[in-house]
Nanobody, 127 residues
Framework: QVQLVESGGGLVQAGGSLRLSCAAS????????MAWFRQAPGTERELVAA???????????YYTDSVKGRFTISRDSAKNTVYLQMNSLKPEDTAVYYC?????????????????WGKGTLVTVSS
């Protein structure tokens, strides 16, 4: 049974930083596309960042325009964990952040492409 468990959300002031973690179990982590999505109240869920394994040592990353230069997605195959380092946070980053996994290599997945989801962690950025 696949499980994705997020942690690291919370309340932070604008300009601050948070690091989200997603511990994965029950899937072939090294060959899975891992992604972070977010959903703010009243909006659709959107892709924030994705990590696509091309080879054992080459990982392709994707970021939505609004987070480029501020957020970094990374993965640790020894720990089966994917991270989202979020710096220079803005109030518009406030959302529930979801970790998701897909079998295979997807560079810019839609939420419909993902096979597994975590329950989400709330990030609130105050102004």
């Amino acid at each position: 049974q696949v499980q994705l468990v997020e942690s690291g959300g919370g309340l932070v002031q604008a300009g601050g930083s948070l690091r989200l973690s997603c511990a994965a179990s029950g899937l072939a982590f090294s060959s899975s596309t891992m992604a972070w999505f977010r959903q703010a109240p009243g909006t659709e869920r959107e892709l924030v960042a994705a990590s696509t394994p091309i080879t054992m040592s080459i990982i392709r990353t994707y970021y939505t325009d609004s987070v480029k230069g501020r957020f970094t997605i990374s993965r640790d195959s020894a720990k089966n964990t994917v991270y989202l380092q979020m710096n220079s946070l803005k109030p518009e980053d406030t959302a529930v952040y979801y970790c998701a996994a897909a079998r295979g290599r997807l560079s810019q997945p839609d939420d419909g492409d993902m096979d597994y989801w975590g329950k989400g962690t709330l990030v609130t950025v105050s102004s």
